[in-house]
Protein backbone atom coordinates (compact mmCIF):
# COMPACT_ATOMS: atom_id res chain seq x y z
CA UNK A 1 0.00 0.00 0.00
CA UNK A 2 1.53 3.11 -0.88
CA UNK A 3 1.65 5.84 1.46
CA UNK A 4 -0.84 9.05 0.90
CA UNK A 5 0.44 11.99 -0.51
CA UNK A 6 -1.14 14.92 1.37
CA UNK A 7 1.25 17.29 -0.66
CA UNK A 8 -1.40 18.88 -2.94
CA UNK A 9 -0.82 22.06 -4.47
CA UNK A 10 -3.75 23.98 -5.67
CA UNK A 11 -4.55 26.89 -7.42
CA UNK A 12 -7.70 28.66 -6.04
CA UNK A 13 -9.61 30.43 -8.99
CA UNK A 14 -12.33 33.00 -8.75
CA UNK A 15 -13.83 31.46 -11.78
CA UNK A 16 -15.84 34.33 -13.29
CA UNK A 17 -12.31 36.21 -13.21
CA UNK A 18 -9.85 33.80 -14.18
CA UNK A 19 -10.60 33.12 -17.90
CA UNK A 20 -12.30 36.86 -18.90
CA UNK A 21 -9.64 38.02 -21.39
CA UNK A 22 -11.79 41.96 -21.71
CA UNK A 23 -10.33 44.76 -20.60
CA UNK A 24 -12.82 46.99 -20.37
CA UNK A 25 -13.41 47.42 -16.78
CA UNK A 26 -16.28 49.72 -16.17
CA UNK A 27 -17.33 49.79 -12.32
CA UNK A 28 -19.72 48.00 -11.89
CA UNK A 29 -20.05 46.93 -15.52
CA UNK A 30 -22.14 43.76 -16.47
CA UNK A 31 -20.72 40.88 -17.89
CA UNK A 32 -21.73 41.76 -21.31
CA UNK A 33 -19.81 44.97 -20.61
CA UNK A 34 -17.07 43.44 -18.45
CA UNK A 35 -16.71 40.04 -19.45
CA UNK A 36 -16.43 36.90 -17.79
CA UNK A 37 -14.93 33.48 -17.75
CA UNK A 38 -16.59 30.70 -20.14
CA UNK A 39 -16.07 26.82 -19.35
CA UNK A 40 -14.50 26.27 -22.91
CA UNK A 41 -12.02 29.03 -21.36
CA UNK A 42 -10.59 26.25 -19.25
CA UNK A 43 -9.16 24.78 -22.62
CA UNK A 44 -6.47 22.07 -22.74
CA UNK A 45 -3.50 24.83 -23.78
CA UNK A 46 -4.48 26.37 -20.25
CA UNK A 47 -4.93 23.06 -18.23
CA UNK A 48 -1.47 21.94 -19.92
CA UNK A 49 0.57 25.55 -18.59
CA UNK A 50 -1.46 24.95 -15.20
CA UNK A 51 0.05 21.63 -15.10
CA UNK A 52 3.34 22.46 -16.30
CA UNK A 53 3.50 24.86 -13.67
CA UNK A 54 3.51 22.21 -10.35
CA UNK A 55 -0.75 22.40 -9.98
CA UNK A 56 -2.41 19.61 -8.91
CA UNK A 57 -5.84 20.73 -7.98
CA UNK A 58 -7.92 23.70 -9.56
CA UNK A 59 -10.21 24.75 -6.78
CA UNK A 60 -12.58 26.61 -8.81
CA UNK A 61 -14.41 29.46 -6.50
CA UNK A 62 -18.60 30.18 -7.54
CA UNK A 63 -18.93 27.57 -9.66
CA UNK A 64 -22.87 27.04 -7.84
CA UNK A 65 -25.55 29.30 -9.02
CA UNK A 66 -25.89 32.33 -6.49
CA UNK A 67 -27.78 35.07 -6.56
CA UNK A 68 -26.95 37.85 -9.33
CA UNK A 69 -27.71 41.25 -11.34
CA UNK A 70 -27.89 40.32 -14.29
CA UNK A 71 -31.18 39.45 -16.04
CA UNK A 72 -31.62 35.46 -16.74
CA UNK A 73 -35.45 35.40 -17.32
CA UNK A 74 -34.86 34.31 -20.34
CA UNK A 75 -33.78 31.28 -19.47
CA UNK A 76 -36.73 30.61 -16.97
CA UNK A 77 -35.03 31.79 -13.82
CA UNK A 78 -36.27 34.76 -11.89
CA UNK A 79 -34.27 37.92 -11.35
CA UNK A 80 -32.76 38.37 -8.00
CA UNK A 81 -33.60 41.70 -6.47
CA UNK A 82 -30.80 44.10 -6.30
CA UNK A 83 -30.92 45.07 -2.40
CA UNK A 84 -30.52 41.59 -1.62
CA UNK A 85 -27.22 40.67 -3.93
CA UNK A 86 -23.72 42.22 -3.01
CA UNK A 87 -22.60 43.59 -6.23
CA UNK A 88 -23.36 43.06 -10.40
CA UNK A 89 -22.05 39.81 -10.26
CA UNK A 90 -22.98 38.62 -6.81
CA UNK A 91 -21.70 36.80 -4.17
CA UNK A 92 -20.31 33.30 -5.19
CA UNK A 93 -21.44 32.30 -1.80
CA UNK A 94 -25.05 33.44 -1.74
CA UNK A 95 -26.18 29.73 -3.28
CA UNK A 96 -29.63 29.96 -5.21
CA UNK A 97 -29.47 26.75 -6.84
CA UNK A 98 -27.85 23.86 -5.11
CA UNK A 99 -28.17 21.40 -8.26
CA UNK A 100 -27.29 24.06 -11.25
CA UNK A 101 -24.02 26.18 -12.29
CA UNK A 102 -24.21 29.81 -12.84
CA UNK A 103 -25.81 30.11 -16.70
CA UNK A 104 -23.39 33.01 -17.77
CA UNK A 105 -20.15 30.69 -18.01
CA UNK A 106 -22.02 28.83 -20.59
CA UNK A 107 -21.54 29.38 -24.13
CA UNK A 108 -25.34 28.50 -24.59
CA UNK A 109 -26.60 28.81 -21.21
CA UNK A 110 -29.11 26.18 -22.51
CA UNK A 111 -26.52 23.75 -22.01
CA UNK A 112 -24.86 24.75 -19.26
CA UNK A 113 -24.47 21.29 -17.36
CA UNK A 114 -22.65 19.30 -20.43
CA UNK A 115 -20.38 22.32 -20.69
CA UNK A 116 -19.23 21.72 -17.21
CA UNK A 117 -19.00 18.18 -17.23
CA UNK A 118 -16.82 18.92 -20.55
CA UNK A 119 -14.96 20.85 -18.60
CA UNK A 120 -14.43 18.84 -16.01
CA UNK A 121 -13.57 15.42 -18.19
CA UNK A 122 -10.87 18.30 -20.08
CA UNK A 123 -9.29 18.80 -16.40
CA UNK A 124 -9.18 15.41 -15.96
CA UNK A 125 -7.41 14.49 -19.03
CA UNK A 126 -4.34 16.83 -18.17
CA UNK A 127 -4.00 15.43 -15.06
CA UNK A 128 -5.81 18.12 -12.76
CA UNK A 129 -8.18 17.16 -10.23
CA UNK A 130 -11.37 19.76 -9.79
CA UNK A 131 -12.43 21.20 -6.01
CA UNK A 132 -15.26 23.44 -6.20
CA UNK A 133 -17.07 25.14 -3.19
CA UNK A 134 -19.80 23.31 -0.78
CA UNK A 135 -21.57 26.41 0.59
CA UNK A 136 -23.02 24.44 4.15
CA UNK A 137 -24.30 27.80 6.19
CA UNK A 138 -26.30 29.92 4.21
CA UNK A 139 -28.19 30.57 0.79
CA UNK A 140 -29.24 33.24 -0.93
CA UNK A 141 -32.06 35.35 0.68
CA UNK A 142 -34.09 33.79 -2.18
CA UNK A 143 -33.56 30.18 -2.61
CA UNK A 144 -34.95 28.21 -5.73
CA UNK A 145 -33.90 24.86 -7.48
CA UNK A 146 -35.18 24.68 -11.05
CA UNK A 147 -32.69 22.46 -12.15
CA UNK A 148 -33.03 19.77 -8.54
CA UNK A 149 -33.56 16.10 -9.66
CA UNK A 150 -37.05 14.34 -9.14
CA UNK A 151 -37.89 13.92 -5.79
CA UNK A 152 -35.55 16.55 -4.10
CA UNK A 153 -37.64 19.16 -2.00
CA UNK A 154 -36.34 22.87 -2.05
CA UNK A 155 -35.05 24.56 1.06
CA UNK A 156 -38.02 25.65 3.32
CA UNK A 157 -40.28 24.60 1.16
CA UNK A 158 -41.74 22.04 4.23
CA UNK A 159 -40.87 24.56 7.08
CA UNK A 160 -43.34 25.60 9.89
CA UNK A 161 -42.60 29.36 9.30
CA UNK A 162 -44.39 30.49 11.97
CA UNK A 163 -41.75 28.38 14.55
CA UNK A 164 -38.45 30.53 15.43
CA UNK A 165 -36.96 27.20 15.46
CA UNK A 166 -37.96 23.40 14.80
CA UNK A 167 -34.79 21.30 14.15
CA UNK A 168 -36.88 20.05 10.75
CA UNK A 169 -36.72 23.21 9.61
CA UNK A 170 -34.25 24.50 7.17
CA UNK A 171 -34.05 27.99 8.34
CA UNK A 172 -34.45 29.83 11.50
CA UNK A 173 -37.58 32.48 11.39
CA UNK A 174 -38.46 35.17 13.67
CA UNK A 175 -41.92 35.37 13.50
CA UNK A 176 -44.47 38.26 13.41
CA UNK A 177 -41.68 40.53 11.43
CA UNK A 178 -41.02 41.70 8.02
CA UNK A 179 -36.79 41.74 6.64
CA UNK A 180 -36.00 45.33 6.49
CA UNK A 181 -32.98 45.88 3.94
CA UNK A 182 -29.81 47.56 6.07
CA UNK A 183 -29.06 51.36 5.87
CA UNK A 184 -26.62 52.31 3.29
CA UNK A 185 -27.80 49.62 0.63
CA UNK A 186 -27.72 51.47 -2.91
CA UNK A 187 -27.47 48.91 -5.70
CA UNK A 188 -26.52 50.16 -9.08
CA UNK A 189 -29.13 47.94 -10.60
CA UNK A 190 -32.43 49.72 -9.78
CA UNK A 191 -35.12 47.56 -8.14
CA UNK A 192 -38.47 47.03 -9.59
CA UNK A 193 -40.56 46.74 -6.59
CA UNK A 194 -39.83 46.37 -2.20
CA UNK A 195 -38.32 43.01 -1.43
CA UNK A 196 -40.76 41.39 0.46
CA UNK A 197 -39.52 38.75 3.20
CA UNK A 198 -42.21 37.64 6.39
CA UNK A 199 -41.11 36.92 8.80
CA UNK A 200 -38.14 37.31 8.10
CA UNK A 201 -35.30 34.67 8.50
CA UNK A 202 -31.98 34.82 10.27
CA UNK A 203 -28.79 35.73 8.37
CA UNK A 204 -26.12 33.88 7.35
CA UNK A 205 -23.47 35.36 10.17
CA UNK A 206 -25.97 33.97 12.70
CA UNK A 207 -27.64 37.23 12.95
CA UNK A 208 -30.95 37.04 14.45
CA UNK A 209 -32.57 40.49 13.44
CA UNK A 210 -35.15 41.59 10.50
CA UNK A 211 -32.95 44.58 10.53
CA UNK A 212 -29.20 43.48 9.96
CA UNK A 213 -26.53 46.37 8.87
CA UNK A 214 -25.01 46.51 5.82
CA UNK A 215 -21.49 44.87 7.16
CA UNK A 216 -23.54 41.52 8.07
CA UNK A 217 -24.05 38.52 5.39
CA UNK A 218 -27.52 40.31 4.86
CA UNK A 219 -27.46 38.91 1.50
CA UNK A 220 -28.19 35.03 3.02
CA UNK A 221 -30.16 33.62 5.18
CA UNK A 222 -28.37 30.94 7.72
CA UNK A 223 -29.48 27.06 7.53
CA UNK A 224 -30.30 25.12 10.08
CA UNK A 225 -28.77 22.07 11.41
CA UNK A 226 -30.74 21.39 14.48
CA UNK A 227 -28.93 23.49 16.67
CA UNK A 228 -31.17 25.94 18.48
CA UNK A 229 -28.98 29.22 18.18
CA UNK A 230 -30.87 31.01 20.86
CA UNK A 231 -31.76 28.76 23.32
CA UNK A 232 -27.96 27.94 24.31
CA UNK A 233 -26.68 26.26 21.02
CA UNK A 234 -28.73 23.24 22.28
CA UNK A 235 -28.37 20.26 19.71
CA UNK A 236 -31.24 18.44 18.17
CA UNK A 237 -29.62 15.34 16.31
CA UNK A 238 -32.39 12.78 16.58
CA UNK A 239 -34.10 12.04 13.89
CA UNK A 240 -31.90 13.40 12.04
CA UNK A 241 -32.70 16.68 10.78
CA UNK A 242 -33.78 17.88 7.48
CA UNK A 243 -31.29 20.20 5.87
CA UNK A 244 -28.79 17.17 6.37
CA UNK A 245 -30.11 14.57 4.48
CA UNK A 246 -30.45 17.91 1.56
CA UNK A 247 -26.79 18.55 1.81
CA UNK A 248 -25.72 14.91 1.65
CA UNK A 249 -28.22 14.78 -1.29
CA UNK A 250 -26.00 17.93 -3.18
CA UNK A 251 -22.95 16.42 -2.20
CA UNK A 252 -23.43 12.79 -4.12
CA UNK A 253 -24.95 15.34 -7.26
CA UNK A 254 -21.62 16.64 -7.46
CA UNK A 255 -19.22 13.95 -6.64
CA UNK A 256 -21.30 11.75 -9.42
CA UNK A 257 -20.69 14.36 -11.98
CA UNK A 258 -16.65 14.01 -11.40
CA UNK A 259 -15.66 16.93 -8.61
CA UNK A 260 -12.52 15.65 -7.12
CA UNK A 261 -12.83 17.30 -3.41
CA UNK A 262 -14.78 20.47 -1.53
CA UNK A 263 -13.66 23.50 -0.32
CA UNK A 264 -16.15 23.67 2.37
CA UNK A 265 -17.46 27.34 3.52
CA UNK A 266 -17.24 28.46 7.02
CA UNK A 267 -17.19 24.98 7.67
CA UNK A 268 -16.93 25.42 11.78
CA UNK A 269 -20.49 27.62 11.65
CA UNK A 270 -21.74 24.26 10.89
CA UNK A 271 -21.36 21.69 13.57
CA UNK A 272 -18.84 18.72 13.32
CA UNK A 273 -21.44 15.80 13.64
CA UNK A 274 -22.96 16.89 10.46
CA UNK A 275 -19.98 16.55 8.61
CA UNK A 276 -19.46 13.17 10.45
CA UNK A 277 -22.43 11.77 8.48
CA UNK A 278 -21.61 13.52 5.48
CA UNK A 279 -18.17 12.66 4.56
CA UNK A 280 -18.37 9.33 5.75
CA UNK A 281 -21.72 9.19 3.60
CA UNK A 282 -19.62 10.42 0.56
CA UNK A 283 -16.53 8.82 0.52
CA UNK A 284 -18.22 4.74 0.66
CA UNK A 285 -19.22 5.93 -2.44
CA UNK A 286 -16.17 8.20 -3.43
CA UNK A 287 -13.38 6.98 -1.23
CA UNK A 288 -10.83 9.18 -2.61
CA UNK A 289 -12.83 12.82 -2.34
CA UNK A 290 -11.12 15.77 -0.46
CA UNK A 291 -13.21 17.57 1.92
CA UNK A 292 -11.21 21.13 2.79
CA UNK A 293 -12.25 23.30 5.52
CA UNK A 294 -12.58 26.88 6.08
CA UNK A 295 -11.95 27.49 10.04
CA UNK A 296 -10.80 29.29 12.15
CA UNK A 297 -10.73 28.28 15.64
CA UNK A 298 -7.56 26.06 16.68
CA UNK A 299 -9.58 24.68 19.77
CA UNK A 300 -11.91 22.62 16.58
CA UNK A 301 -9.25 22.05 14.83
CA UNK A 302 -9.38 17.81 16.14
CA UNK A 303 -13.04 18.08 16.42
CA UNK A 304 -13.45 18.63 12.47
CA UNK A 305 -10.82 15.90 11.30
CA UNK A 306 -11.24 13.18 14.03
CA UNK A 307 -15.06 13.67 13.87
CA UNK A 308 -15.51 15.58 11.06
CA UNK A 309 -13.81 13.61 8.66
CA UNK A 310 -12.11 16.31 6.83
CA UNK A 311 -8.94 15.60 5.34
CA UNK A 312 -7.61 19.43 5.02
CA UNK A 313 -7.92 22.37 7.24
CA UNK A 314 -7.12 26.07 6.43
CA UNK A 315 -4.03 26.83 8.73
CA UNK A 316 -4.86 31.00 8.90
CA UNK A 317 -5.05 31.74 12.32
CA UNK A 318 -1.69 29.84 13.60
CA UNK A 319 0.97 30.35 10.31
CA UNK A 320 -0.39 32.58 7.64
CA UNK A 321 -0.78 35.41 10.33
CA UNK A 322 2.69 34.57 11.62
CA UNK A 323 4.15 34.84 8.76
CA UNK A 324 2.09 37.71 7.65
CA UNK A 325 3.17 40.02 10.46
CA UNK A 326 6.99 39.30 9.50
CA UNK A 327 6.36 40.09 5.73
CA UNK A 328 4.97 43.63 7.28
CA UNK A 329 8.18 43.73 9.04
CA UNK A 330 5.89 44.53 12.00
CA UNK A 331 7.59 45.48 15.57
CA UNK A 332 6.49 42.51 17.28
CA UNK A 333 6.88 39.93 14.37
CA UNK A 334 9.11 36.79 14.68
CA UNK A 335 9.65 33.50 13.72
CA UNK A 336 8.50 31.85 17.15
CA UNK A 337 5.30 31.74 15.92
CA UNK A 338 6.50 29.11 13.70
CA UNK A 339 7.83 26.88 15.94
CA UNK A 340 4.46 27.77 18.14
CA UNK A 341 2.35 26.82 15.40
CA UNK A 342 3.62 23.39 15.22
CA UNK A 343 4.28 22.89 19.11
CA UNK A 344 0.85 24.13 20.03
CA UNK A 345 -1.54 24.00 17.42
CA UNK A 346 -1.15 21.21 14.56
CA UNK A 347 1.92 19.96 15.10
CA UNK A 348 0.89 15.97 15.15
CA UNK A 349 -1.82 17.25 12.63
CA UNK A 350 0.70 18.73 10.49
CA UNK A 351 -0.58 17.08 7.03
CA UNK A 352 -4.12 18.22 7.57
CA UNK A 353 -3.34 21.92 7.18
CA UNK A 354 -3.76 23.44 4.37
CA UNK A 355 -0.74 26.73 4.03
CA UNK A 356 -1.08 29.52 1.72
CA UNK A 357 -0.60 33.20 1.34
CA UNK A 358 -3.32 34.37 -0.27
CA UNK A 359 -6.77 34.13 -1.11
CA UNK A 360 -10.52 35.62 -2.13
CA UNK A 361 -10.90 36.65 1.63
CA UNK A 362 -7.18 37.97 2.24
CA UNK A 363 -5.59 41.11 1.17
CA UNK A 364 -3.17 40.51 -1.68
CA UNK A 365 0.61 40.02 -0.81
CA UNK A 366 1.64 43.26 -3.52
CA UNK A 367 -0.71 45.72 -1.57
CA UNK A 368 0.58 48.71 0.60
CA UNK A 369 -1.35 46.67 3.48
CA UNK A 370 0.66 43.28 3.00
CA UNK A 371 4.23 43.81 1.52
CA UNK A 372 3.97 47.21 0.99
CA UNK A 373 4.69 47.61 -3.21
CA UNK A 374 7.48 44.47 -2.64
CA UNK A 375 5.91 40.69 -3.21
CA UNK A 376 9.54 39.49 -3.26
CA UNK A 377 9.14 40.47 0.85
CA UNK A 378 6.94 37.48 0.67
CA UNK A 379 10.00 34.49 -0.58
CA UNK A 380 11.11 33.48 2.38
CA UNK A 381 7.24 33.38 3.73
CA UNK A 382 6.25 31.09 0.58
CA UNK A 383 9.04 28.62 1.35
CA UNK A 384 8.27 27.75 4.58
CA UNK A 385 4.22 27.77 3.56
CA UNK A 386 5.12 25.32 1.20
CA UNK A 387 7.91 23.05 2.78
CA UNK A 388 7.24 23.13 6.35
CA UNK A 389 5.21 20.11 6.32
CA UNK A 390 3.58 17.36 4.56
CA UNK A 391 -0.07 19.13 3.98
CA UNK A 392 -1.19 21.01 1.14
CA UNK A 393 -0.44 24.47 -0.05
CA UNK A 394 -2.70 27.01 -1.82
CA UNK A 395 -1.79 29.67 -4.37
CA UNK A 396 -4.21 32.41 -5.78
CA UNK A 397 -5.04 32.79 -9.11
CA UNK A 398 -2.25 36.18 -9.75
CA UNK A 399 -0.24 35.71 -6.87
CA UNK A 400 2.66 34.97 -8.55
CA UNK A 401 2.54 37.74 -10.99
CA UNK A 402 2.08 40.20 -8.04
CA UNK A 403 -1.73 41.33 -8.61
CA UNK A 404 -2.11 44.77 -7.00
CA UNK A 405 -5.99 44.73 -6.78
CA UNK A 406 -6.00 48.50 -6.84
CA UNK A 407 -9.13 48.63 -9.16
CA UNK A 408 -12.30 50.22 -7.72
CA UNK A 409 -14.39 47.72 -9.20
CA UNK A 410 -18.16 48.22 -7.90
CA UNK A 411 -19.19 46.84 -4.91
CA UNK A 412 -15.67 45.91 -3.89
CA UNK A 413 -13.93 49.17 -3.37
CA UNK A 414 -9.93 48.78 -4.03
CA UNK A 415 -9.37 46.86 -0.62
CA UNK A 416 -6.44 45.60 -1.73
CA UNK A 417 -8.48 42.37 -2.31
CA UNK A 418 -9.29 41.25 -6.12
CA UNK A 419 -13.13 41.45 -6.45
CA UNK A 420 -15.49 38.04 -5.82
CA UNK A 421 -18.88 40.19 -6.24
CA UNK A 422 -18.16 42.27 -9.55
CA UNK A 423 -17.77 41.68 -13.16
CA UNK A 424 -13.65 42.74 -14.02
CA UNK A 425 -10.76 42.00 -15.63
CA UNK A 426 -7.52 41.16 -13.75
CA UNK A 427 -4.68 43.36 -15.16
CA UNK A 428 -1.67 41.14 -14.22
CA UNK A 429 -3.74 37.54 -14.72
CA UNK A 430 -4.77 38.65 -18.51
CA UNK A 431 -1.16 39.61 -19.08
CA UNK A 432 0.24 36.12 -18.94
CA UNK A 433 -3.33 35.06 -20.18
CA UNK A 434 -2.16 36.92 -23.88
CA UNK A 435 -5.57 36.52 -25.03
CA UNK A 436 -5.74 32.70 -24.59
CA UNK A 437 -2.26 31.90 -25.50
CA UNK A 438 -1.01 31.57 -22.33
CA UNK A 439 2.24 32.17 -22.48
CA UNK A 440 3.17 35.39 -20.37
CA UNK A 441 3.93 37.98 -23.35
CA UNK A 442 2.57 40.80 -21.76
CA UNK A 443 4.16 40.43 -18.45
CA UNK A 444 7.10 42.92 -16.67
CA UNK A 445 10.41 41.69 -15.79
CA UNK A 446 9.24 41.94 -12.24
CA UNK A 447 6.21 39.99 -13.13
CA UNK A 448 8.08 37.34 -15.31
CA UNK A 449 10.81 37.27 -12.14
CA UNK A 450 8.02 36.70 -9.48
CA UNK A 451 6.02 33.92 -11.65
CA UNK A 452 9.89 32.21 -11.96
CA UNK A 453 10.23 31.97 -7.92
CA UNK A 454 6.86 30.26 -7.46
CA UNK A 455 7.47 28.09 -10.47
CA UNK A 456 10.44 26.78 -9.12
CA UNK A 457 9.65 26.75 -5.84
CA UNK A 458 6.39 24.37 -6.81
CA UNK A 459 9.13 22.13 -9.00
CA UNK A 460 11.37 22.09 -6.00
CA UNK A 461 8.15 20.91 -3.44
CA UNK A 462 7.08 18.53 -6.45
CA UNK A 463 10.53 16.81 -6.92
CA UNK A 464 11.10 16.43 -3.06
CA UNK A 465 10.78 13.12 -1.56
CA UNK A 466 11.77 15.02 1.99
CA UNK A 467 9.03 18.09 1.58
CA UNK A 468 6.52 15.75 -0.16
CA UNK A 469 6.50 12.45 2.64
CA UNK A 470 9.38 13.10 4.92
CA UNK A 471 9.27 14.52 8.95
CA UNK A 472 10.43 17.69 10.24
CA UNK A 473 12.85 18.50 12.89
CA UNK A 474 12.43 22.00 14.16
CA UNK A 475 16.60 23.42 14.50
CA UNK A 476 15.75 26.81 16.35
CA UNK A 477 16.16 25.70 19.99
CA UNK A 478 19.64 24.24 19.62
CA UNK A 479 21.00 27.36 17.90
CA UNK A 480 23.93 29.81 19.89
CA UNK A 481 23.84 33.56 21.18
CA UNK A 482 24.75 34.71 17.52
CA UNK A 483 22.30 33.31 15.37
CA UNK A 484 19.09 35.74 15.15
CA UNK A 485 16.50 33.75 16.87
CA UNK A 486 13.49 36.31 15.29
CA UNK A 487 14.54 37.10 11.93
CA UNK A 488 16.02 33.36 10.89
CA UNK A 489 14.07 29.93 10.84
CA UNK A 490 15.57 26.65 10.34
CA UNK A 491 14.65 22.86 10.27
CA UNK A 492 15.05 19.83 8.78
CA UNK A 493 12.72 17.79 5.92
CA UNK A 494 14.15 14.18 5.66
CA UNK A 495 12.73 10.96 4.26
CA UNK A 496 14.40 7.86 3.53
CA UNK A 497 16.44 8.94 0.58
CA UNK A 498 16.90 12.87 1.16
CA UNK A 499 18.11 14.91 4.17
CA UNK A 500 17.57 18.69 3.37
CA UNK A 501 18.30 21.79 5.56
CA UNK A 502 15.87 24.80 5.07
CA UNK A 503 17.13 28.11 6.32
CA UNK A 504 15.07 31.36 5.92
CA UNK A 505 15.62 34.61 6.13
CA UNK A 506 13.04 37.29 7.29
CA UNK A 507 15.32 40.32 7.67
CA UNK A 508 14.23 42.42 5.03
CA UNK A 509 17.77 44.57 4.87
CA UNK A 510 20.49 42.33 6.55
CA UNK A 511 22.40 39.13 5.16
CA UNK A 512 22.89 36.97 7.75
CA UNK A 513 25.80 34.61 7.91
CA UNK A 514 24.99 31.45 10.48
CA UNK A 515 26.86 28.81 12.05
CA UNK A 516 23.99 26.36 11.87
CA UNK A 517 24.26 23.94 14.91
CA UNK A 518 22.39 20.23 14.33
CA UNK A 519 22.21 18.00 17.73
CA UNK A 520 22.63 14.45 17.46
CA UNK A 521 19.17 13.90 18.15
CA UNK A 522 18.23 15.30 14.97
CA UNK A 523 21.35 13.30 13.23
CA UNK A 524 20.15 10.44 14.90
CA UNK A 525 16.63 11.13 14.07
CA UNK A 526 17.92 11.25 9.71
CA UNK A 527 19.28 7.99 10.31
CA UNK A 528 22.43 9.53 10.15
CA UNK A 529 26.54 9.18 12.36
CA UNK A 530 26.48 11.98 14.47
CA UNK A 531 30.28 12.02 14.31
CA UNK A 532 29.59 11.12 10.44
CA UNK A 533 31.58 13.15 7.46
CA UNK A 534 29.05 14.34 5.04
CA UNK A 535 29.24 16.73 1.90
CA UNK A 536 26.61 20.08 2.09
CA UNK A 537 25.18 20.73 -1.37
CA UNK A 538 22.89 23.57 -2.97
CA UNK A 539 19.57 22.40 -4.30
CA UNK A 540 17.14 25.31 -3.98
CA UNK A 541 18.36 28.77 -4.22
CA UNK A 542 21.74 27.71 -2.63
CA UNK A 543 25.15 27.75 -4.93
CA UNK A 544 28.16 25.27 -4.36
CA UNK A 545 28.21 22.51 -2.10
CA UNK A 546 30.84 22.20 1.30
CA UNK A 547 32.72 19.48 3.19
CA UNK A 548 31.13 19.02 7.16
CA UNK A 549 31.31 17.22 9.84
CA UNK A 550 28.51 16.76 12.13
CA UNK A 551 30.01 17.94 15.32
CA UNK A 552 30.89 21.23 13.66
CA UNK A 553 28.53 23.59 13.14
CA UNK A 554 27.98 24.50 9.23
CA UNK A 555 28.73 27.49 8.28
CA UNK A 556 25.99 29.35 5.77
CA UNK A 557 25.12 32.19 4.35
CA UNK A 558 21.55 34.10 2.99
CA UNK A 559 20.78 37.03 1.86
CA UNK A 560 18.13 39.74 3.58
CA UNK A 561 14.07 38.46 2.51
CA UNK A 562 15.57 34.93 1.34
CA UNK A 563 15.53 31.36 1.52
CA UNK A 564 18.21 28.33 0.98
CA UNK A 565 17.79 24.72 1.07
CA UNK A 566 21.07 22.40 1.18
CA UNK A 567 20.76 18.75 0.84
CA UNK A 568 23.01 16.54 3.32
CA UNK A 569 24.43 13.68 1.49
CA UNK A 570 27.25 10.95 2.36
CA UNK A 571 28.27 11.13 -0.99
CA UNK A 572 32.42 12.20 -1.00
Not at 73 to 97: N, Q, W, Y
Not at 423 to 433: E, L, N, T
Not at 485 to 500: A, F, T, W
Request: glycine share 8%.
Amino acid sequence: MTQKNDKLVILQMMFHLWGNTNSTNKMNGSAAENGVTKFKDINDKALKELKKFGYSHLYMTGLIEHATMEDLTALGIPKDHPDVVKGRSGSPFAIKDYYDVNPFFATDPNKRMEEFEAMVARVHKNGLKVVMDFVPNHVARVYHSDMKPEGIRDFGQDDEVNKGFDPQNNFYYLPHTQFQIPDGVNPPVKPEGPYIESPAKASGNDVFSAKPTIDDWFETVKLNYGVDILNGRSRHFDPIPSTWIKMVEILKYWSAKGVDGFRCDMAEMVPAEFWQYATSAIKKEYPDMVFIAEIYNPREYYNYIKVGGFDYLYDKVGLYDGLRRLVENKHEATVEDITRVWQHESGNISEHMLRFLENHDEQRINTPAFAKGNPFAAVPAMVVTATLHTGPVMIYFGQELGEKADGKEGFNQADDRTTMFDFWGVPSHQAWMNGGKFDGAGLTEEQKNLQAFYKGLLKFVNGSEAVQKGAFFDLQYIQGHDYDRRKVYSYLRYSENQKLVVVCNFDHFQEKNINLHIPDGAWTAMGLDPQGNYTLKGVYEAKGSQKINAKDNISIKVAPNSAVIYEISSKK
